[in-house]
């Protein structure tokens, strides 16, 4: 008999301090639960400046073998998804090396030092049945530490519906998932013999799924072992349009792990147990 599916929690929100930076009751919420929401973050105009850089680059999608564009064949709407724009689009370079998004990443992190790993643009159009599975972000990766986070900022109205899920306080859980492709279609070459993730919603325990509607220039900021999923976009009218960057902190080191990882990209002259700083991987702060 299948579970009952569990209820959505509300996150509470914050927002900066005068100063720009997230208070100690923020930072808290991220040690605790795995993921914080702040609210106001963004003025509309870096907003504004990463919906010009997504149009770019969905228009030079056909080009790059990193894009992937997942749909049904009755719908009319796509879930187009993107990586290391910053590279080729001056738009996302200026985002992450001159907005607020380092320092804010830097301090919720409790870090002194910050590496820029790679950022990764989810566009959900209208009628968009596709979704993001259940996963963390470490198991796709080539990375050791705990100082890792991503730092999830929206250009849309995102209500409930099409909220991202999160399963709170997951990121101090020990058991290792495998990854698991954002493509239905396709695997992942040579994973671990770790299991896949189950249907949170849907499994029996104590733990809370959570979520935090968004405005534009809201962001969410969650730790790499944190448990997170989205819905389609079932919505008539509404994108659903985010950007993610993802920050190292000081005790990241170069995890040299036998399975495909995604991103495919591991840098350049990177050892084992080593440092992640490279030209692609560079120190921001």
């Not at 040690?31 to 850089?53: A, H, N």
């Not at 990882?261 to 560079?282: A, I, K, N, Q, W």
Request: proline letters at 8%; a negative charge; aromatic letters at 12%.
């Amino acid at each position: 008999m299948k579970t009952e599916k569990k209820q959505l929690i509300e996150l509470p929100s914050f927002e900066l301090n005068s100063h720009g930076i997230p208070e100690d009751n923020a930072i808290r919420a991220y040690d605790t639960d795995g993921i914080v929401c702040l609210r106001k973050v963004f003025e509309p105009s870096w907003i504004e400046m990463l919906e010009e850089g997504m149009e770019i680059a969905i228009n030079k999608g056909a080009d790059r073998e990193s894009v992937f564009r997942i749909t049904e064949s009755e719908e009319s709407g796509i879930f187009f998804y993107d990586t290391f724009m910053w590279k080729h689009i001056d738009h996302f370079r200026k985002f992450v090396f001159e907005s607020p998004v380092a320092d804010i990443a830097m301090n919720i992190m409790r870090s002194t030092n910050l590496l820029f790993y790679f950022d990764f643009m989810l566009v959900k159009e209208p009628g968009t049945s596709a979704k993001t599975p259940w996963h963390y972000d470490e198991a796709y990766w080539p990375v050791a530490g705990s100082k890792i986070c991503n730092f999830w900022v929206t250009l849309d109205e995102i209500p409930k519906e099409t909220a991202l899920r999160f399963v709170r306080g997951s990121h101090l859980w020990e058991e290792p998932f495998r990854a698991v492709h954002f493509d239905p279609t396709t695997n992942y070459a040579n994973l671990p013999d770790n299991p896949e993730p189950p249907e949170w919603e849907f499994e029996p325990g104590e733990h809370e799924i959570v979520y935090a509607p968004l405005s534009p220039g809201d962001c969410l900021i969650f730790n790499r072992r944190t448990m997170h999923s989205a819905p389609g976009n079932s919505l008539k009218s509404t994108r659903r349009r985010a950007l993610a960057t993802h920050w190292f902190g000081d005790d990241v080191t170069y995890n040299n792990k036998p399975q495909e990882t995604d991103p495919p990209y591991r840098g350049e002259g990177l050892v084992h147990g080593g440092s992640m700083e490279c030209e692609s991987f560079p120190k921001v702060r």
